[in-house]
């Protein structure tokens, strides 16, 4: 089993930045490949970042290309999401996930273990 646990959210001023981190336990970090989501109020949950076991294989959504950028430190077990730039409609809860399939993959089914989320919160 893989626990998740996210930390950094908060309240930004639109224009500023933020950065998540995720801190994973209870299985190799590098045979994860980690992904954040964003679920805002009324909508769906949507992909946002993952990268590869190595962080050689990077996706990312294009509403947040040029703005964010996810990283990870295998050594710290921990997976990060920096985000600048942020808009109003970056507002959301934002969720660490993880996987065990070989590649960065977008898709939320294939994500097997989750955090319990972080509010991002940008005021306009």
């Known amino acids: 089993q893989v626990q998740l646990v996210e930390s950094g959210g908060g309240l930004v001023q639109a224009g500023g930045s933020l950065r998540l981190s995720c801190a994973a336990s209870?299985?190799?970090?590098?045979?994860?490949?980690m992904g954040w989501f964003r679920q805002a109020p009324g909508k769906e949950r949507e992909f946002v970042a993952a990268?590869?076991?190595?962080?050689?294989?990077?996706n990312y959504a294009d509403s947040v290309k040029g703005r964010f950028t996810i990283s990870r430190d295998n050594a710290k077990n921990t997976v990060y999401l920096q985000m600048n730039s942020l808009k109003f409609e970056d507002t959301a809860v934002y969720y660490c996930a993880a996987n065990t399939r070989p590649w960065a993959t977008m898709t939320l089914s294939h994500y097997d273990y989750w955090g319990q989320g972080t509010q991002v919160t940008v005021s306009s």
């Open positions: 209870g299985r190799t970090f590098s045979s994860l490949v």
């Open positions: 990268i590869s076991r190595s962080g050689g294989n990077i």
